[in-house]
């Protein structure tokens, strides 16, 4: 698949919420890109066919076609639960959001991450504009792009964005460009070892794929393709828990009227947090940080409270609070504790990985938040845009620091914090 133009961020900077809107201007993304090949004779034909007859054909199937298959876990050999990988008792994970825009500005994060060489990346949401094939391939799958792969893998959520052309790219092309690999680890059956000439090979016979995507170890490796939009990357200290909100953050025209969608956790997902992660155990103290694309609260836009109140509900009577970092609004925030639905959060937005960043005030004045970043780096269309970033997470043992850098690779602000686990209870240390 060719590669398609560099995007600005000023096509970003007034983009709405509306899948037509969105799908306009993919549509026109494509348009350009046709336009740049086409002869001049060929300008016309080009442009209906890609403007009018496209998007018309593309919008519709989006809109009135069928959702891509739900998927889900366990499957036959695999439960969703990686295995963080520790050396030198450390973990390094870096966490981005939003930030798949193809812009030079995405670019450059990505530049600055890969600089730091982390253990794992994940993408928490949203291709712009609709998630289709040639924006999955542009901002994680071609050469060019500039997706910062983690040594030991990448892992992503689906937002809103990917679930505007039913999710067909993300679960089709996306996904099975992601996964972790686990060291020595044979335990599932799925073994894999190095062979100079051919690469990854299966070992024991047992299908998977050859993936170079997710990583090319140096030793015994098993490679665990993402199979889910949802996932659990754990150690003996830690559990970062990916929730797929997106799939169920677009419903079907007048549908969505009648019931709006509420990005809920379908029921599959459900039996997974229930049966293969046992957030009620009394026995599992370890920290719980959940990753997902849509806020459980916000204090500058809708929020999404349903994950939260379902999750309230695994906990049963081992309830804890817990640390929650989401995107979806182009920021960075740090909130103080709030319970949704009973469940205490220690909430983060981090949706400044790659479009316009906002800087406005909250909605409702408030000293709930901790920080929040609203340095003005320029003005696009005399909108006061600020700087797009990341989160940079690095576990040691109990202990669990995280930097919030920006593009320029400047630590904006960070913290650090503290599972205790006797008591199951984390603890801001700093
Ligand atoms: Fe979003």
């Not at 000023?10 to 919420?17: A, I, R, S």
């Not at 899948?19 to 026109?28: A, G, I, K, V």
């Not at 490679?223 to 659990?232: D, L, S, T, V």
């Not at 049966?275 to 599992?284: A, F, G, K, R, V």
Request: glycine share 8%; proline share 6%; with cysteine.
């Amino acid at each position: 698949m060719p590669d398609t133009p560099k995007r600005d961020l000023k096509e970003y900077v007034d983009v709405g919420h509306s899948e037509l809107e969105n799908h306009l201007r993919t549509q026109n993304a494509q348009f350009q890109s046709a336009l740049e090949e086409a002869e001049a004779g060929r300008k016309l034909t080009d442009f209906l066919w890609l403007n009018i007859f496209g998007f018309a054909y593309h919008y519709l199937k989006s809109r009135f076609g069928p959702r891509h298959p739900y998927q889900y876990y366990p499957t036959s050999n695999d439960t969703g639960v990686y295995k963080m990988k520790v050396a030198n008792e450390t973990t390094q994970i870096a966490l981005l959001s939003d930030w798949a825009s193809d812009t030079p500005e995405s670019d450059r994060v990505g530049a600055v991450v890969a600089f730091h060489k982390p253990d794992y990346s994940i993408h928490l949401g949203d291709i712009y504009f609709v998630g289709a094939p040639s924006e999955v391939h542009d901002n994680f799958i071609s050469p060019k792009a500039s997706w910062p792969r983690g040594k030991w893998g990448s892992l992503a959520l689906a937002g809103n964005h990917e679930m505007y052309s039913n999710g067909a790219a993300f679960y089709k092309m996306l996904l099975p460009t992601m996964g972790v690999r686990e060291a020595n680890a044979v335990s599932d059956g799925l073994k894999l070892e190095m062979n100079p000439s051919d690469g990854l090979k299966p070992s024991d016979g047992l299908a998977t794929s050859n993936n170079p995507l997710i990583g090319s170890p140096s030793d015994a490796s098993v490679i665990r393709e993402q199979k889910a939009g949802f996932f659990c990357l754990e150690n003996d200290y830690w559990r970062v828990i990916g929730l797929d909100t997106g799939y169920t953050s677009v419903e079907r025209p007048f549908v969505e009227i009648l019931s709006p969608p509420d990005c809920h956790l379908r029921k599959e997902q459900v039996n997974w947090l229930k049966n293969q992660l046992h957030l009620d155990n009394p026995d599992d103290r370890r920290g719980i940080i959940f990753l997902s694309h849509h806020p459980p609260f916000s204090d500058f836009r809708k929020s999404f409270p349903r994950p939260a109140r379902q999750i309230r509900q695994l906990f049963g009577e081992f309830l804890r609070p817990v640390l929650w970092m989401w995107g979806h609004e182009h920021r960075l925030v740090g909130y103080r504790e709030r319970k949704v639905g009973g469940l205490p959060i220690h909430g983060r937005c981090i949706g400044h990985g790659g479009m316009p960043v906002e800087i406005d005030a909250p909605r409702v004045d408030t000293d709930s938040i901790l920080f929040y970043d609203q340095r003005r780096r320029k003005n696009i269309r005399r909108i006061g845009v600020g700087y797009n970033g990341f989160a940079w997470l690095k576990f040691e043992q109990e202990n669990l620091s995280i930097e919030y850098r920006d593009v320029e690779d400047k630590v904006v602000t960070g913290e650090s914090w503290r599972i205790n686990l006797q008591s199951g209870l984390i603890e801001k240390i700093g």
